[in-house]
T-cell receptor, first 112, second 117 residues
């Protein structure tokens, strides 16, 4: 199932710089997109979401951008902090549903 | 902050045995979910549950699986006759409403690691 894809399995960034995590999807029926963060031995924690009627949503250091025509979204973290080091999952939900379809995750390492 | 709790954290079971995974969702939440993650693979949706019935399920959730809310606080996943390929991390989640957006995200527990021998 490749409906939601995160092509970079890992990303390394210097503290204070911007982290950009990318996600692509194929299903046009997705109308909500979410980012979750996961630390080892813990469950995914919700970070931020965006509706398909918007192209940007911001919450503090986290901004999600949606390009519907390209079926692409990205998560920007500015400035990156060592505590941001985790696996980040992109997820999507279809119209009228509540089933999350996850990408494979990107491991972010923020170096002090 | 309220959280979803799952027990046990690790369950080891012989193939063919029944197993019940337990979850206590956040108390005012109305929607409940099970997901699983096989080692090295994506997190996959199994089932959602609302108003004492299944609202959505995936192809993975076959007749071997069942869910129940036996009382006002617990939400369980039962696997009737476990197979080796059922070995995975199982996550329970809950949401106040339909779990679709920032006002109503799905909150996950820390998971139960199920190992089938």
């Amino acid at each position: 199932d490749q409906q939601v894809k995160q092509n970079s399995p890992s990303l390394s960034v210097q503290e204070g710089r911007i982290s950009i995590l990318n996600c692509d999807y194929t299903n046009s029926m997705f109308d909500y997109f979410l980012w979750y963060k996961k630390y080892p031995a813990e469950g995914p924690t919700f970070l931020i979401s965006i509706s398909s009627i918007k192209d940007k949503n911001e919450d503090g250091r986290f901004t999600v951008f949606l390009n519907k025509s390209a079926k692409h979204l990205s998560l920007h973290i500015v400035p990156s902090q060592p505590g941001d080091s985790a696996v980040y999952f992109c997820a999507a939900i279809r119209n009228a549903g509540n089933m999350l379809t996850f990408g494979g995750g990107t491991r972010l390492m923020v170096k002090p | 902050e309220p959280e979803v709790t799952q027990t046990p954290s690790h369950q080891v079971t012989q193939m063919g045995q029944e197993v019940i995974l337990r979850c206590v969702p956040i108390s005012n939440h109305l929607y409940f979910y099970w997901y699983r993650q096989i080692l090295g693979q994506k997190v996959e949706f199994l089932v959602s549950f609302y108003n004492n019935e299944i609202s959505e399920k995936s192809e993975i959730f076959d007749d071997q699986f069942s869910v129940e809310r036996p009382d006002g606080s617990n939400f369980t996943l039962k696997i009737r006759s476990t197979k080796l390929e059922d070995s995975a991390m199982y996550f329970c989640a809950s949401s106040e409403a339909r779990g679709r957006g920032s006002d109503e995200p799905q909150h996950f527990g820390d998971g139960t690691r199920l190992s089938i021998l």
